[in-house]
């Protein structure tokens, strides 16, 4: 039926020391990404753009370290 025993989110929370809704919200996008055909049904991060440390200038960085 698809259906979690009661209590399960629970105890996966008490092992990995989190809210057991975040348990939910985790197991919830892992089952709609296998009902959607993903093979693994992992998540892809949610954060869309631009993220992430933004690229440097080696040589300016060199340059500014030498003054």
């Not at 057991?20 to 985790?26: C, D, G, N, Q, V």
């Not at 992992?42 to 992430?52: C, D, H, L, T, Y």
Request: include cysteine; aromatic fraction near 10%.
């Amino acid at each position: 039926d698809g259906k979690v025993p009661h209590g399960t989110f629970t105890e996966i929370a008490k092992d990995y020391g989190c809210h057991w809704l975040s348990i939910k919200r985790i197991w919830g996008r892992y089952g709609e990404n296998v009902a959607l055909g993903i093979a693994d049904g992992a998540p892809e991060s949610r954060i869309k753009g631009n993220s992430g440390w933004k690229p440097y200038d080696r040589s300016k960085l060199s340059a500014k370290l030498k003054e």
